[in-house]
């Protein structure tokens, strides 16, 4: 960080009788440009950090020498009852301190986030492979992992449900099933001129954070910790471990400076091994680390849920939706975790874009006997997008048209549009979605379709790719332009809050600290810029300190792409009430007009022309604080007008919607079923950006690991329900040879957001993830071109080379092109 010389200039003596004003009315050069505001395209705060390997993350910071180190010991069997567990061994091997079971645990036992049913470890019954019995501290990382293996577990088997659509059929559900509906959907289905059925299986997903599960606590006078974690919930975790310990939420301060990448897994799937390393930090006295190794990370945690989806629809002979009835089926895994909130966000994003006329939607949450799936960047959003995209291509095959053309007409739209014209719901509003929330800035989805239509060349790549797949027996070409809707806010409206707190010292220079945390999206870098926006200043005189619990309290998970737009506006609320503050201060001290005063380029500047007065942002702190003007401030924020009724399925979850959309071209061999991407374009609306450069590595990092999702990560358990994809030579995350040959992103211009959000900015962290659903439609295309376009092959999730293999098979078996 530069010197604050030039901003403050040493403070006078107190015998000088000149006025500020006159002192520097006039200097000799005029202040430079500020730079690095809200809106421009400022480097993330930690990137030389970077990439010099300067950024501290858990397992770089220095611990006490006599810190333990935690390994745990895990269950082999995806369920079952404990018969024998004989721990003598372990707690002789070489370097071993302590060791705990469940039985150890002086206060709760269950930390469930929202509802119960997370034993913190096995207690008497085990619920998946690879849940936690026992924990080893030990001198060393080695000796607490060998020592691990000298326990005695005996475990009983008993029947283990894998299936979540025959856990859904016998009502094994982790939470009750939940409805939506929009009009008459069976006299809608009944009344159509053509009804289209399918059903599909979603994959899963693992986060695979380059960071791991990892954290330090050390153990703190009284009765208290202090919990350095990587970790998106930092007052969650503070909240399970004062439970975990029967102490005061006081008592435990969670810090969280950085992540090495989270996507929803450390949202909640953190806290555990942060509860353990507490407890065992209180019984012994000692600091406590926990990394977990990557294979025992990925067995452990959670994944993005699987879904078995099944569409009915209704359509027109122009492939316009009248109605239907949608289920979706979440495997959950052991636990309720976040699967609520999850399979309702998977069901309000069952339409994606598009008006589904009269319909229902059901969602359930199926129990199984794997680790508790959770939070993964969309939130369930993509799993229900996938549904309808799906019904999209298999619409257009059956009224012969393309998947675009399709697409364009089932848009939301005002009522009364050329694509209702053989409409048999009249009565149903095509600018609302089907649980009643009325769709903003429809004519921003139409023209950013279009335009991405225009710019991308869609027709005359189509009608070159269709000559190319007519002379092409094997290689096929597909093509695919899919939009993105996606809601923001957090559906339980009380985590829609957030706190900040803003210092300023005497020498001008600026502290921010707020209720988000930083896992690599630029958080802190917007924040910074937000408060350098209202206080006028220079991007370097604003530093940003590490999220804590006894800075900014009871704060909302950083996730739902809501990290900016919430700890945003409590910053800027904050550096708001300091300014006014100061400028009240400066209109008195300085005898200044209140009404022209404003802060710009690191100065206050009062009156305009020959009038105009300037004081240097160094001046004024210093003479504020000599007069004994407060120079801290605390900002809060929460976001208005949203609410959901779950018993009439009906509301406005959402704040507003983001949006966005991709072209995406394949090439096929239809006899391997390996593909390549060879180009992709993609349009993004972010509102007025904060910062388009970190918006822009957002949207193409958001698409890649879309892309893997829909494609070559595959998660595969054996018939025991062991996770046997436990790395990445088994399980494969795109790499930089999976970019697209021709990448080109842009962020829509022009069209702020409509609602009041942080600069009329947009979310960016989760909307550009589904756009990667570009690809699996373009594989489907491809295949579907073996039928001359007249069939659509059902392909599910991941798309694998052997899924898409398969496919084209059976495309041939029904009447395709045969090489």
């Not at 992992?145 to 008993?158: F, M």
């Not at 009765?223 to 909240?239: A, R």
């Not at 400076?257 to 929803?264: D, I, S, V």
């Not at 690991?705 to 995350?733: C, F, V």
Request: charged share 20%; proline share 5%.
């Amino acid at each position: 960080m530069r010197t604050l010389t030039e901003l403050a200039p040493p403070a006078p003596h107190q015998d000088d009788d000149t006025p500020v004003t006159d002192r520097h009315a006039n200097p000799a050069a005029a202040p430079r440009q500020a730079h690095g505001f809200s809106g421009t395209s400022a480097q993330h705060e930690s990137a030389i950090k970077h990439v010099t390997g300067r950024a501290a993350y858990i397992d770089d910071l220095a611990a006490p020498a006599n810190a333990l180190h935690i390994a745990v010991g895990l269950s082999s069997v995806a369920h079952g009852r404990i018969s024998r567990l004989e721990l003598d061994a372990v707690r002789r091997a070489p370097g071993v301190v302590d060791v705990i079971t469940v039985a150890d645990v002086p206060g709760h036992t269950d930390i469930g986030p929202v509802f119960p049913g997370d034993p913190i470890m096995a207690d008497g019954e085990v619920l998946y492979a690879g849940q936690v019995v026992f924990a080893v501290a030990a001198t060393s990382y080695r000796a607490a992992r060998q020592a691990v293996k000298a326990a005695v577990l005996e475990i009983e088997e008993l029947p283990a449900q894998l299936d979540p659509v025959a856990a859904a059929e016998a009502g094994e559900f982790v939470r009750p099933s939940h409805r939506q509906q929009s009009g008459d959907w069976e006299a809608a289905l009944g009344a159509a001129r053509h009804i289209v059925e399918s059903e599909q299986f979603v994959g899963g997903q693992e986060h695979f954070y380059l960071e791991g599960q990892a954290c330090v606590v050390h153990p703190t006078e009284d009765e208290g910790v202090m919990v350095h974690t990587s970790n998106q919930h930092p007052s969650e975790t503070q909240k399970l471990i004062a439970e975990v310990l029967g102490i005061p939420f006081h008592a435990v301060t969670v810090e969280v400076r950085r992540m090495g990448g989270g996507f929803g897994g450390k949202e909640t799937q953190a806290s555990p091994w942060a509860c353990l390393a507490a407890l065992i930090a209180r019984r012994t006295g000692r600091s406590c680390r926990v990394r977990l190794p990557r294979a025992d990370d990925m067995k452990v945690t959670g994944k993005r849920h699987p879904f078995h989806n099944h569409y009915r629809l209704g359509v027109d002979d122009r492939g316009v939706i009248q109605g239907g009835d949608i289920t979706v089926i979440g495997d959950c895994g052991y636990s309720p975790d976040l699967s609520e909130a999850i399979v309702d966000r998977a069901m309000f994003h069952a339409d994606n874009a598009y008006s589904l006329g009269a319909v229902q939607v059901t969602g359930h949450r199926a129990r199984t006997h794997t680790a508790s799936n959770t939070a993964f960047r969309g939130f369930g959003g993509p799993q229900g997008m996938m549904i309808i995209e799906a019904a999209m291509d298999d619409i257009a095959r059956r009224v012969g048209e393309d998947p675009l053309t399709v697409r364009k007409r089932n848009l939301y739209r005002q009522q009364g549009d050329a694509a209702d014209a053989q409409g048999t719901t009249p009565d149903i509003p095509r600018d609302v979605t089907h649980y009643g929330q009325s769709v903003d800035q429809i004519a921003l989805l139409h023209e950013l379709v279009e335009k991405l239509e225009t710019d991308s060349d869609y027709w005359n790549r189509r009608r070159a790719i269709t000559e190319f797949n007519d002379a092409s027996p094997v290689i096929r070409k597909g093509l695919a332009l899919t939009p993105v809707k996606f809601g923001i806010s957090f559906t339980a409206q009380h985590l829609n809050q957030a706190g900040a707190l803003l210092h300023v010292y005497t020498d001008g220079s600026v502290m921010i600290n707020h209720g988000g945390t930083e896992m690599g999206q630029g958080l802190h870098t917007k924040i910074c810029q937000v408060v350098a926006r209202e206080l006028g200043l220079d991007l370097d005189v604003v530093r940003i300190t590490a999220s804590r619990t006894d800075k900014v309290p009871n704060t909302s998970p950083t996730a739902a792409s809501s990290g900016a737009d919430l700890n945003g506006q409590a910053a800027r609320d904050a550096a708001l009430k300091l300014k006014t503050r100061l400028c009240d201060f400066a209109a008195e001290h300085y005898h200044l007009d209140r009404e022209a005063m404003h802060m710009a380029h690191n100065h206050l500047i009062a009156g305009q022309g020959e009038s105009e007065r300037r004081i240097p942002w160094g001046v004024l702190i210093q003479d504020a604080y000599l007069s004994r003007i407060s120079l801290s401030e605390k900002g809060f924020y929460a976001t208005p007008l949203i609410h959901y009724d779950r018993a009439s399925g009906s509301g406005r979850p959402f704040y507003y919607f983001a949006y966005g959309a991709a072209v995406a071209e394949v090439s096929v061999d239809t006899l391997t079923g390996e593909y390549q991407l060879d180009r992709v374009d993609i349009l993004h609306d972010v509102g007025d950006s904060l910062n388009p450069a970190i918006d822009l590595g957002q949207v193409e990092g958001g698409f890649l690991q879309g892309a893997g999702w829909l494609t070559s990560e595959e998660l595969k358990w054996n018939d025991k329900g062991q996770l046997i994809s436990t790395g990445p030579a088994t399980y494969k995350i795109p790499t930089y040879g999976d970019q697209p040959r021709i990448f080109n992103v842009a962020l829509l211009e022009g069209h702020p957001n409509s609602m009041a959000s942080i600069y009329r900015s947009k979310a960016v962290g989760e909307p550009p993830f589904m756009l990667g659903m570009s690809v699996w439609s373009a594989l489907r295309d491809a295949i579907a071109s073996l039928s001359d376009y007249r069939l659509s092959p059902r392909l599910d999730t991941p798309a694998t080379p052997e899924r898409v293999m398969a496919a084209a098979a059976i495309l041939r078996a029904e009447g395709g092109d045969t090489p």
